[in-house]
């Protein structure tokens, strides 16, 4: 065994593989595709989104209503829970599982780690928030919605909700890594993305009222719903303050990760 | 080369793990890192490869500090913990996300795969391993990048006999070809199976560091028994030989070989009735070594990091 073992480190190929921050990235996806549960993660976003528009189309059905298109999309709030949860787990589970001294002892330059996690889990959520987006529009199109009538508002739905949560995702994985304990992580998401909108809102205050606005999800929902110019953001410009929110929560991620021990 | 180890010094809250340690591990042969559990063994490993963030003094592997390696795990193979795999994950699985990381090719999974002994656990989730397994998954993604120092937080924790005989001789035979081998045990026993040298801390502060034989070979006592003790005891007092009397003409003598004391009392005439040379053993040698360590930590509540 001991010659046998010898033989193979000394001959054997690593190849002259070296570290890159692309690699830390590929390897993140491996990661990802390596455990079931992911998988089964991103259905669950793609078969709430389209579960809910049923839902929907089935009441008002019942009350002989149509709803409008933007409506269809009314279950994106619920299912963003879904990969909020994703995002927090994504980095929270390297601590909870052990496998954070691994990683970082593979990447010890700790930031293309992260940007692996943002990539992956971004794009992942994307394609099922989009693909969940369509669908729902697709069904609501063969029960009657007026879907076609407006390919500009389609088009914004579909890549908007896609947009919305991928960045709810990537939102959720920068304050994991900031907290970094898993059941403090996800009670901070929570907080911030639900609890926060509906307390300011009931401060009797209209500054605070106003600033509600700029809260992650009030800001960012603005995406996929009617262009409205009573409030004080366009659908893009609610998700530019989505995006300012997710990129604060990745600047404290980066400045976290290097500075604290693994 | 192999490791140096400056005034390093890491402080958690106000409590210090580590305190002002220096030392040096050597390629070419296997190191053990050897101090009661709370020592500061993990600290100092956590420190070496980058992990923790040193409070004082620097850590180098090599003469480069691990997080400025270009491709780390061709540098170094390190195992700091026996659960280091997600449950949900196949073993191949995580050997080859860390594989990914430095392009190493699907092959060298394989191939340390091998030289773990996993082969026909490998497609399983690393949930159902047993501690020992885990070790084993440990050391593989160790061996991935071949590389030249590798260091070891208790490895042998948790592996049956067979594993221990194996890990022994595969340290043993990565240091013949060169390497650096620097592995951690809180017992000496371990250690003394297969480190050639041993650095000894306690209370986060280097005790001792120096080839595991003379922790012993310093101690060498011999107890005599004769019918004039006093001669004998006046006939061999002499630097750094120390002898106490015990009951019925019997005298430990502490400094000297068994051959001197018996040479020395035949060149002038004194009998000899018994001779017996004790060899503290090293875990004795190790207690003593760490006793006061120990003592203060038991009372020390809020002691370093494990």
Redesign the interface.
């Known amino acids: 065994?001991?010659?046998a073992?010898?033989g193979?480190?000394?001959y054997?190929?690593?190849?002259n593989?070296?570290?890159?921050a692309a690699?830390?990235v590929?390897?993140e996806w491996?990661?990802f595709r390596?455990?079931?549960?992911n998988l089964v993660t991103m259905t669950i976003t793609f078969v709430t989104i389209i579960g809910l528009a049923g839902v929907l189309l089935a009441a008002l059905a019942g009350e002989g209503r149509v709803p409008a298109t933007t409506e269809l999309l009314a279950g994106v709030s619920w299912a963003q829970f879904v990969p909020a949860v994703l995002g927090v787990v994504m980095i929270c589970?390297e601590w909870a599982?052990?496998?954070s001294?691994?990683t970082?002892?593979?990447?010890?330059?700790r930031w293309p780690v992260l940007a692996g996690k943002v990539a992956v889990v971004g794009v992942a959520t994307f394609v099922a928030g989009a693909a969940g987006a369509a669908g729902a529009l697709v069904m609501g199109a063969t029960t009657g919605v007026d879907v076609g009538g407006d390919p500009a508002l389609v088009i914004r739905l579909v890549v908007g909700t896609g947009l919305y949560l991928g960045t709810i995702a990537v939102l959720a994985l920068g304050l994991g890594a900031i907290v970094r304990n898993l059941v403090g992580s996800i009670l901070t998401v929570i907080g911030l993305l639900w609890i926060m909108p509906f307390a300011a809102a009931m401060v009797p205050v209209p500054e605070v009222q106003e600033l509600t606005l700029y809260l992650p999800t009030s800001a960012g929902v603005l995406l996929i719903t009617p262009d409205n110019p009573a409030v004080g953001l366009t659908p893009w410009g609610g998700y530019a303050v989505l995006l300012a929110w997710a990129a604060a929560a990745l600047a404290g991620a980066v400045l976290t990760l290097r500075?604290r021990?693994? | 080369m192999g490791i140096q180890v400056q005034s390093l010094g890491k402080q958690y809250g106000r409590t210090w793990a580590v305190r002002d340690l220096t030392f040096e591990v050597q390629p070419g042969k296997v190191t053990g890192f050897l101090g009661p559990n709370g020592a500061g063994k993990s600290t100092t490993m956590?420190s070496i490869?980058?992990?923790?963030?040193p409070t004082t003094g620097t850590a180098l592997i090599d003469g480069v500090r691990?997080?400025r390696?270009?491709?780390?795990?061709?540098e170094?193979g390190?195992v700091?913990?026996a659960?280091?795999?997600?449950?949900?994950?196949?073993a191949v699985?995580?050997l080859?996300?860390?594989?990914?990381?430095?392009?190493?090719?699907r092959?060298?999974v394989d191939?340390?795969i091998?030289?773990a002994g996993l082969e026909s656990v490998a497609h399983r989730r690393a949930g159902q391993f047993s501690l020992g397994m885990g070790q084993r998954l440990g050391i593989a993604?160790a061996?991935?990048?071949?590389p030249h120092t590798l260091i070891l937080d208790e490895p042998v924790n948790g592996l049956d006999p067979e594993g221990v005989t194996?890990i022994r001789?595969?340290l043993?035979?990565?240091a013949?070809?060169g390497r650096t081998v620097f592995l951690s045990s809180h017992l000496l026993s371990e250690l003394a199976l297969v480190a050639e040298h041993v650095i000894v801390i306690g209370r986060g502060e280097l005790i001792a560091d120096s080839p595991i034989d003379t922790l012993t070979a310093d101690a060498e006592r011999v107890r005599v028994r004769t019918e004039e003790v006093d001669a004998l005891v006046r006939l061999v007092s002499a630097e750094g030989v120390t002898t106490a009397s015990l009951d019925n003409g019997t005298v430990e003598i502490t400094g000297l070989p068994v051959e001197a004391v018996a040479r020395r009392a035949a060149e002038v005439g004194i009998v000899l009735l018994e001779v017996t040379p004790i060899h503290r053993t090293l875990e004795e040698a190790y207690t003593e070594l760490t006793r006061d360590a120990v003592e203060y930590r038991a009372g020390d509540a809020d002691g370093g990091r494990p």
């Open positions: 065994m001991s010659a073992a010898a193979a480190a000394r054997a190929a690593p190849g593989g070296s570290l890159s690699r830390a590929r390897a491996t990661k390596t455990l079931p549960s589970s599982s052990g496998t001294k691994v970082f002892l593979a990447v010890p330059t500075t021990d693994v | 956590r490869v980058g992990l923790d963030r691990y997080a390696l270009r491709a780390p795990l061709r170094v390190t700091l913990d659960r280091s795999a997600h449950r949900s994950r196949r699985d995580h080859r996300t860390v594989a990914a990381t430095h392009g190493f090719p092959r060298r191939e340390v091998g030289l993604v061996l991935l990048g071949d194996w001789r595969l043993g035979s990565l013949a070809e």
